[in-house]
């Protein structure tokens, strides 16, 4: 048996193991380029088949630049078929969660004249993942081609932060928790005017509360919305 003076090598791994806790002054700091990039985010909803997706600047608080991406999209989405190549359907500002029952804008930045824009995806098939990375790739290649871009040495970046559905007991949120009433009563159009007649969606209870939150509130806002050959 050794002198009780002398570690064992069970007794010296442990000591050599042990690290000095030694936290540096001042705040974490992220020192990675990705802290620079635009941050994109999509989410699943309880409306079958629908995602949201939206774009923060690298605080989060604020909604990136968009514009040139946005104007191009609604100028050419036609005759480039944008809504397959970059899956994205639709474009609208997403709605103030603060105050649902307001059915306000949510602004872009603090005291903003311009509301905070998302885009909206109809694919059964998809995934908030692998919607989410599919327009985060959209958005990079445009900035690297844009002519609103060229002049800057250096474009802006997007990156993938991930899928941010919300869900609890209840179950994912329904589609009026991110978009105006209004703007729910188009995506309803879009996804279903063609081969449903009006009132065959307004007396799905269920399917007007996974967009609209409630029935109620569904028939409410497709009683007087046009619907191509049907009442």
């Known amino acids: 048996m050794p002198p009780k003076s002398i570690a064992t090598p069970k007794k010296a791994a442990q000591t050599q193991g042990k690290v000095k806790w030694s936290p540096a002054a001042g705040p974490m700091m992220n020192m990675s380029k990705d802290k620079w990039a635009q941050k994109v985010y999509t989410a699943s909803t309880e409306a079958n088949g629908i995602f949201v997706t939206w774009s923060s600047k690298p605080s989060g608080l604020e909604g990136s630049y968009v514009k040139p991406f946005k104007n191009y999209y609604l100028k050419e989405v036609a005759d480039l078929e944008l809504d397959k190549k970059w899956k994205i359907h639709g474009i609208y500002s997403r709605r103030d969660r603060k105050d649902l029952a307001a059915n306000k804008v949510l602004q872009g930045s603090h005291n903003a004249s311009y509301g905070w824009d998302c885009f909206v995806t109809a694919a059964e098939d998809g995934t908030a993942k692998s919607i989410g990375k599919h327009i985060t790739k959209a958005l990079n290649e445009f900035a690297q081609q844009a002519e609103e871009f060229?002049?800057?040495?250096?474009?802006?970046?997007?990156?993938?932060?991930?899928?941010?559905?919300?869900?609890?007991?209840?179950g994912l949120k329904p589609l009026s928790h991110f978009l105006l009433d209004q703007d729910v009563a188009e995506v309803v159009k879009y996804v279903f005017e063609n081969g449903n007649e009006k009132n065959a969606v307004m007396n799905q209870d269920d399917l007007l509360e996974s967009f609209f939150g409630s029935a109620e509130k569904g028939r409410e806002m497709l009683e007087d919305c046009p619907w191509r050959g049907s009442t």
């Open 150 to 170: 060229k002049a800057q040495k250096h474009k802006p970046e997007y990156i993938f932060c991930g899928d941010v559905s919300e869900a609890n007991s209840s």
